[in-house]
């Protein structure tokens, strides 16, 4: 499957790329999100909302004493944050099994704690700088592989443009 590695310059741009995202996805998509504390998870996140035309009345916050935050634009966005779950069992326990894959947009921060394995667009976040990132992502099935084609592609022509 496919790998891409992008680097933004700010905030506003990871940001930006993840509003790329949040404009191209489909029903299902599931996005495995990992990087250090701090790396820019919940920007991004924030990113993918406007995307997808969450209002911004519904501000974009880290779940991670809620675990599941739940937003509503052109497609449902289900925003985890499995930092404090301790594995599989957990993930029954607050019902992700009945979201994960199914409808709307997953995006799941801190995948690992569970050993999430499902098919994905797995994006790792690393802070190379006090504001850039290096966003390594990788598509694990031909639905996410197509995904992140269109994505990729958007942000390409959006670097063309402003070029």
Not at 3 to 15: M, N
Not at 45 to 50: E, I, K, M, N, Y
Not at 115 to 129: D, F, M, N, T
Request: glycine content about 10%; proline content about 4%; some cysteine.
């Amino acid at each position: 499957m496919t790998c891409w590695s992008v680097e933004t310059s700010s905030p506003s741009e990871t940001q930006q790329l993840g509003t790329l995202l949040g404009a191209v996805v489909e029903e299902g998509t599931v996005v495995l999100l990992d990087g250090e504390l701090g790396a820019g998870k919940t920007c991004f996140t924030q990113g993918v909302a406007r995307g997808l035309e969450v209002p911004e009345e519904q501000p974009v916050t880290s779940p991670t004493f809620v675990i599941m935050n739940q937003y509503h634009g052109r497609r449902t966005l289900y925003h985890f944050d499995l930092y404090r779950l301790s594995g599989e069992d957990d993930l029954e326990t607050i019902g992700a099994d009945e979201v994960l894959g199914r409808d709307g947009l997953c995006v799941v921060e801190w995948p690992g704690q569970c050993a999430l394995q499902l098919p994905a667009l797995r994006v790792k976040i690393e802070a190379v700088a006090v504001e850039s990132r290096t966003l390594v992502v990788r598509a694990e099935d031909p639905f996410h592989d197509s995904l992140l084609q269109r994505w990729r592609q958007a942000w390409e022509k959006g670097r063309t443009a402003s070029a």
